[in-house]
């Protein structure tokens, strides 16, 4: 079973834009929730992560969104850069079972 | 920064034959896992370890083996390797707590 579902799979926006990629689970026991990115012939690399203590996280031009009782999150990107184009990697981990696991990825491109 | 090294970074093999992947970190990380990434599946767990000498399932564990005979060391091992095994691989370490991860630079594997 898919235990972290993201959409969409792919997302195309403008240079300056703001882009929404979208992540949900099912394990309740999940209690820390990552942001990986990953760039083309690069492994996939920490970007910002959350805790459902909270229900939003900053860092610069990235703001998680956490929702515990719709068991959903999102990541904003604000004034989306060309740079900023690659795969993001949603995931989820029980801190107790030391179990991490990540959703399929969305493709994110930003055109200049 | 944390140092996850990966051998080797490509490999072929023949269908029948045996691959060991290998893993090394010098960050004193209690957990290390394997994930296996392919397109529109994007990462897998195969097998994780929270220790030297404890080894446990992920997800896709069949046709897979792991090892961990040292806190440095997590290998992938294929008895019987088969061309659906042909995909690239990344091994990840992470303190206690399955919080970041800290990935290798992957390995290739084709099966031939």
């Known amino acids: 079973q898919q235990q972290v579902r993201q959409s969409p799979q792919s997302l195309t926006v403008w240079e300056g834009e703001t882009a929404i990629l979208n992540c949900s689970y099912e394990?309740?026991?999940?209690?820390?929730f990552p942001w990986y990115w990953q760039f083309p012939r690069e492994s996939p690399a920490l970007l910002i992560a959350?805790?459902?203590?909270?229900n939003k996280k900053e860092d610069g031009r990235f703001t998680i969104f956490f929702n515990k009782r719709e068991k959903k999150l999102s990541l904003h990107i604000t004034d989306s850069q060309p740079g900023d184009s690659a795969t993001y990697f949603c995931?989820?981990?029980?801190?107790?079972?030391?179990?991490?696991?990540f959703g399929k990825g969305t493709h994110l491109h930003v055109l200049p | 920064e944390a140092a996850v090294t990966q051998s080797p970074r490509n490999k072929v093999a023949v269908t029948g034959g045996k691959v060991t992947l290998s893993c090394n970190q010098t960050?004193?990380?209690?957990?290390m896992y394997w994930y296996r990434q392919d397109t529109g599946h994007g990462l897998r767990l195969i097998h994780y370890?929270?220790?030297?000498?404890?080894?446990e399932k992920g997800d896709i564990p069949d046709g897979y083996k792991a090892s961990r005979p040292s806190q440095e060391n997590f290998s992938l091992i294929l008895e019987l390797a088969t061309p659906s095994q042909t995909s690239v691989y990344f091994c990840?370490?992470?303190?206690?707590?399955?919080?970041?991860?800290?990935f290798g630079s992957g390995t290739r594997l084709t099966v031939l």
């Open positions: 990840a370490s992470g303190a206690r707590g399955a919080e970041t991860l800290y």
């Open positions: 394990d309740s026991t999940f209690d820390y």
């Open positions: 959350i805790r459902p203590v909270s």
């Open positions: 995931a989820a981990s029980d801190t107790n079972a030391y179990k991490v696991i």
């Open positions: 960050n004193n990380h209690n957990n």
């Open positions: 370890s929270y220790g030297a000498g404890s080894t």
